[in-house]
Each structure stands twice: as C-alpha cells, then as structure tokens.
C-alpha cells in the first residue's frame, strides 16, 4: 500500500470530478508546477492507485430507458464451471457488469434494456438460457447517484 499525502488526494479528487484534466490544469488549481503534477500523476498510476481512466456513456441518451440489476443464482445439480457461466453472461451486450457475490445469490448483473420489454426479451432469450441459471431476482433501477468513495 502507497502513503498518500494531501496533494496526492487532492489530484485524486480533481481526476475522480474529471479524468480528462491535464496535469496542467490540475497543477494550476493547486499552485504546482505542470511537470509536478505530471510526475505525481505517473507515479500514482505505476502504484496501482489509478487502474484506469474509463469513459462513461449515458445509457438513456443511447436509448437504453431501463436498467436492471440482476441476482442469479446457479443450479445446484450439474453445476456448470464458474468460468463458462462468466464467458456466456459476458458475450449479451446488454449486461454491462458482472459481479461474483457472496449471500443468497451468486452473481449481479447490471443489464441495460431499451424498455421494459426488451428487458423481459434479453431476460427470457438470453439470460435464462445461460448454462447452469437457477433462480433470479430482478430489481429495476429508479435513480442513481454515484459517489467517489473514499481517497486514503
């Protein structure tokens, strides 16, 4: 694990709000140096603090009205490999995470659908067809606010 001082937070927090701001405009907002920052910015990713930046799609301008959190539990007779259930749920497009769980179900989903309709489509044709599905709960999503989390 990494010691991160107070500049070190302050850059995660300015790139959690965007990731797309340059070292530049990040040094300028907290008085360093472009190259400073830069350097600061590198070296949190070489840790393993920053994984990734990712870019993130609004699904309802895409015309994906309804999202669908799935729990799915595995039959228990002819139980298939945990591997071919993640390959298969990982080919629907729609599915857009796929989470190994602890408690009553196995896996979540987070499936994105047109409309209710074509979530019981996905659901029906594709979902329930995947090997070894035993039970599964549905939960639509009303809204959603996304939190950064803690930093250090």
């Not at 590198?42 to 959190?69: M, N, P, S, W």
Request: proline content about 3%.
């Amino acid at each position: 694990m990494i010691e991160l001082d107070t500049t070190d937070r302050l850059i995660l927090r300015a790139l959690v709000q965007d990731a797309t701001q340059s070292a530049s405009a990040i040094g300028r907002r907290l008085n360093m140096s472009q190259p400073a920052t830069w350097r600061r910015i590198r070296r949190l990713y070489e840790c393993g603090v920053i994984k990734t930046q990712k870019l993130e799609l609004d699904h309802q301008a895409l015309g994906f009205g309804v999202t669908v959190f799935l729990g799915i539990k595995l039959a228990t007779k002819g139980r298939v490999s945990l591997e071919d259930f993640e390959r298969a749920v990982a080919a629907i497009p729609e599915v857009q995470t796929v989470e190994h769980i602890l408690g009553l179900y196995d896996y979540r989903l987070r499936v994105v659908a047109r409309d209710i309709s074509d979530f019981e489509r996905v659901l029906r044709r594709r979902i329930m067809m995947l090997p070894g599905v035993g039970d599964v709960e549905a939960n639509v999503l009303l809204s959603e606010e996304r939190r950064p989390g803690p930093i250090g």
